[in-house]
């Protein structure tokens, strides 16, 4: 075992080591939520671990993106594959054409850390609707801009989120779709602090993070073949 998950083997023991070493996870979108979600599942150990993003870095990007310090020009994935050793990385958009070819089957659970709203409702509806034991779990991200408290931060179904324009959007949208499974989501209900697309770190890392520590749980608590 590698000597970098030592500390780990004493919180999870080896059991529940094995489980995350086993576990699949898919993670949508790369940026302020979804490049902490993978700092933390690539840290814990889990053994599969596939990033999908089509976007480059940016210099504003840095003030909550990890990779954006080195990376700035540069395809995401390709920045935090060569960071995170192992992965797997696609460079692509999430559109309809993709969720409906792509085999989501495979995962144990999908990270939706995608700020397109048309594209989480189309992911919804392929993986969480009337969801089938094949299918893997569902976590998404709401809406991580404009806000300052990590504290005010919740998790629970997308039905019971409330509090942010968003999120309302990303459920309306459910509706008008017919939509009639659940999932959950990291919300937070806090008032915005700007108008414009403001962000900090502190609120769009911990996004990532609850979710990723969500998923963990997930695999813990999930029997493999």
Not at 2 to 26: C, D, H, N, P, V
Not at 72 to 85: F, H, S
Not at 171 to 189: A, H, T
Request: with cysteine.
């Amino acid at each position: 075992m590698e000597e970098r998950f030592a500390r780990t083997l004493l919180l999870f023991k080896a059991s529940g080591f094995k489980r995350l070493q086993s576990a699949k996870i898919l993670v949508l979108g790369v940026g302020g939520v979804g490049s902490f979600a993978l700092d933390c599942l690539y840290r814990v150990g889990i053994g599969t671990i596939c990033i999908v993003d089509y976007d480059c870095f940016d210099v504003t990007n840095q003030n909550r993106q990890i990779g954006a310090f080195e990376g700035v020009g540069r395809k995401k994935v390709e920045v935090l594959a060569q960071k995170y050793k192992g992965i797997q990385s696609l460079d692509a958009q999430v559109t309809q054409e993709f969720i409906d070819s792509f085999d989501f089957s495979c995962y144990d659970v999908v990270i939706d850390a995608m700020d397109d709203i048309s594209a989480k409702i189309a992911l919804a509806l392929r993986v969480a609707n009337a969801r089938k034991s094949k299918n893997p779990i569902l976590l998404s991200s709401t809406g991580s801009a404009k806000k300052l408290d990590p504290a005010q931060i919740q998790y629970a179904s997308i039905w019971k989120s409330y509090g942010d324009k968003f999120a309302r959007k990303f459920r309306e949208g459910l509706k008008k779709q017919g939509f009639k499974g659940d999932f959950k989501v990291v919300f937070s209900p806090e008032v915005p602090k700007c108008k414009e697309l403001g962000s900090f770190s502190g609120v769009t890392a911990s996004f990532g993070l609850r979710l990723a520590s969500e998923a963990v749980s997930i695999i813990l608590d999930k029997e493999f073949e």
